[in-house]
């Protein structure tokens, strides 16, 4: 039953995030050659942002979690690869990219999609609501 719920969740997220003329569908261009990252382990958000998150599935390549931050809490620098994210329940947030180089202060409502190309991020919860995301990080092979 898990891995239903777990299917259903991923293939709802992939027709969310395929809807690109949706005005609640958000592209982050993180930088011009997103290709270049490579796979770090270490910089894994599973790994890094083990505190807040739980997986949820990793198959084919598709690791899906809920990430969830309380107000306050913060998060530390972690890499994406390409990776769709869900609001489940919105809040306000700072986040620095660093391929961007800057800190934004981001509004994330309930039910917004975002859809990245690889990136790695950090940032902190600095509403006053707990923020709950669904993402899902793809690991696919990057041609130049």
């Given at each position: 039953?898990k891995?239903?719920?777990?299917?259903?969740?991923?293939?709802v997220?992939?027709?969310?995030?395929?809807?690109?003329?949706?005005k609640?569908?958000?592209?982050i261009?993180?930088?011009?050659d997103?290709?270049?990252?490579?796979?770090?382990p270490?910089?894994?958000?599973?790994?890094?942002?083990?505190?807040?998150?739980k997986k949820?599935?990793?198959?084919l390549?598709?690791?899906?979690?809920?990430?969830?931050?309380?107000?306050?809490?913060?998060?530390g620098?972690?890499?994406?690869?390409?990776?769709?994210?869900y609001?489940?329940?919105?809040?306000?947030?700072?986040?620095?990219i660093?391929?961007?180089?800057?800190?934004?202060?981001?509004?994330?409502?309930?039910?917004?999609?975002?859809?990245?190309?690889?990136?790695?991020?950090?940032?902190?919860?600095?509403?006053?609501?707990t923020?709950?995301?669904?993402?899902?990080?793809?690991?696919?092979?990057?041609?130049?």
């Amino acid at each position: 039953m898990k891995k239903l719920i777990v299917l259903s969740l991923m293939t709802v997220l992939l027709l969310v995030a395929c809807q690109k003329t949706s005005k609640d569908v958000v592209t982050i261009d993180a930088s011009n050659d997103s290709s270049s990252l490579a796979y770090d382990p270490a910089m894994e958000p599973l790994t890094v942002g083990a505190k807040f998150s739980k997986k949820l599935g990793d198959t084919l390549g598709v690791k899906m979690y809920e990430f969830t931050v309380k107000p306050g809490e913060s998060w530390g620098l972690h890499a994406h690869p390409d990776h769709t994210v869900y609001v489940l329940e919105g809040g306000k947030m700072a986040l620095f990219i660093k391929e961007v180089g800057k800190q934004d202060t981001l509004t994330l409502p309930t039910g917004m999609a975002l859809i990245s190309g690889p990136l790695s991020d950090s940032g902190r919860n600095v509403g006053n609501t707990t923020i709950k995301l669904l993402v899902a990080d793809i690991y696919r092979p990057r041609t130049k």
